[in-house]
């Protein structure tokens, strides 16, 4: 195949959808990888001039591991991972839910790494390797709200400098930071609205940043190891709960006055 291949993990749908259409737009082969998604996935491949659909459960280890091995057989030209997929369930640090805590670690900090280690190991490419991790402004900014959530980005944000120096000198590995972009939960468009413009610049990051952030990451100039954020300065902010919480909260106010 002539043209750089890309793997977006969860890139059938949300952020990892916007960076599948960012590399496809600049003519990559883009892997699309899904889990329950697999409908959106297919979709979206077929609008796409050179896309493929891979499913994996990223819960199992060996089968994540499984996939990046079958892949990197088959191109001569796989230039970057981007690890999107994430899970993001609720519960608090005064409550840590076993079950929740142990699903987070795997899906958002363990296979990442995993699949990381191995697109390193065994991909080939002529222009060098890149791995971008999503992580989450809550790496600058946490707070008590979503607490196996945060706890696996923060484990995950610790593999990048440490990739970084192990890796060859033509590969780099990253961390992409977004903060609050699309709605989340059970979030009306009013809430959304408010709680995505708690930010210094109080404006509404749009997710077309974070897939320019991610191109740019993928063949920019930057230092290996370092973290990206796109949050319009939320992460320099200091925020007691999550910005859900915090819109919700701001309504309810809004409406006892």
């Given amino acids: 195949m002539a ?46 001039p050179s896309a493929e659909v891979v499913s994996c459960d990223l819960a199992d280890n060996a089968a994540a591991l499984a996939m990046i091995e079958r ?31 142990a699903d987070a670690m795997q899906v958002n900090a363990a296979a990442p790494a995993a699949m990381a280690q191995a697109f390193l190991r065994l991909a080939r490419s002529h222009a060098g390797r890149r791995v971008i991790d999503l992580t989450d402004q809550k790496l600058a900014n946490p707070n008590p709200d979503f607490f196996s959530y945060t706890a696996s980005k923060h484990a ?32 009306s468009p009013a809430e959304t609205e408010v709680s995505h413009r708690m930010n210094l610049l109080k404006r509404r990051t749009g997710v077309e940043e974070v897939a320019d952030a991610a191109w740019f990451l993928a063949t920019g100039p930057l230092t290996s190891g370092q973290t990206l954020f796109v949050d319009s300065g939320q992460h320099l902010l200091s925020q007691p709960r999550d910005v859900m919480f915090l819109a919700r909260e701001n309504g309810a106010c809004k409406e006892r006055g």
């Fill in 3 to 48: 043209r750089p291949a890309v793997l977006v993990t969860g890139g059938a749908r949300r952020i990892g959808e916007a960076i599948v259409r960012r590399f496809a737009a600049e003519g990559w082969h883009v892997v699309i990888h899904c889990h329950a998604s697999r409908n959106e996935a297919q979709a979206l491949a077929s609008e796409l």
């Fill in 71 to 101: 892949l990197a057989e088959r191109f001569d030209d796989w230039r970057v991972l981007v690890n999107s997929a994430s899970v993001f369930r609720p519960d608090a640090a005064t409550a840590l839910d076993p079950a929740i805590f």
């Fill in 156 to 187: 995950l944000a610790a593999t990048v400098p440490m990739m970084a120096m192990a890796a060859d000198a033509a590969d780099r590995v990253y961390a992409l930071a977004p903060g609050a972009i699309l709605a989340s939960h059970d979030q």
